[in-house]
T-cell receptor
């Protein structure tokens, strides 16, 4: 097992475009989390899945953001009509019940909106 | 809502010396988890150490140990025999009892000087 992977690692897009990121968790991890990290800040929780169900969403997740985990394995995070304020590192983490507090993080996708 | 405060944006330590990173938090919960994560430059977050709030004994992991003061809501990290590879951003994090959401501090950038 190679750990949590994320694709792409870097994305540069123009304001107004849509972008989609992918996260592949550690296999058999049933919980998957998305975080956003801006420069000089710690990660901020966006949303989490237990298997394919999205159980919690932060108020940071505006209606331009949508996340899916269709088969309880990989997840995608889509941002529509990107804004410059969306520029950040988007981190994915996974964990396995009952040790859900042991979250393993991926390398992140760095998004730059120009 | 939970908050995590790291009041030391930057710190440095001589190789082989000991350094302590501070963290305070605010919560009304009685049972929770606390963590220190390490984020090396351009690399992914790595769990350094965790502490369960119901445990009075301070956690230790090799050169890393914590000083957990539940009443004071303080959770400091001590790194002994500092090594060059310890250079990284260190984040203190709080996990609520549901295990669903992390709250991170703003981080402390630690530089180990040879």
């Amino acid at each position: 097992d190679t750990g949590v992977s994320q694709d792409p690692r870097h994305k540069i897009t123009k304001r107004g475009q849509n972008v989609t990121f992918r996260c592949d968790p550690i296999s058999e991890h049933n919980r998957l989390y998305w975080y956003r990290q801006t420069l000089g800040q710690g990660p901020e929780f966006l949303t989490y899945f237990q298997n394919e169900a999205q159980l919690e969403k932060s108020r940071l997740l505006s209606d331009r953001f949508s996340a899916e985990r269709p088969k309880g394995s990989f997840s995608t995070l889509e941002i529509q009509r990107t804004e410059q304020g969306d520029s950040a590192m988007y981190l994915c983490a996974s964990s396995l019940d009952p040790h859900r507090y042991e979250q393993y993080f991926g390398p992140g996708t760095r998004l730059t909106v120009t | 809502a939970q908050t995590v405060t790291q009041s030391q944006p930057e710190m440095s330590v001589q190789e082989a010396e000991t350094v302590t990173l501070s963290c305070t938090y605010d919560t009304s919960e009685s049972n929770y988890y606390l963590f220190w994560y390490k984020q090396p430059p351009s690399r992914q977050m790595i769990l350094v150490i965790r502490q369960e709030a119901y445990k009075q004994q301070n956690a230790t992991e090799n050169r890393f140990s914590v000083n957990f003061q539940k009443a004071a809501k303080s959770f400091s990290l001590k790194i002994s025999d500092s090594q060059l590879g310890d250079t990284a951003m260190y984040f203190c994090a709080f996990l609520d009892p549901t295990g669903n959401q992390f709250y991170f501090g703003t981080g402390t950038s630690l530089t180990v000087i040879p």
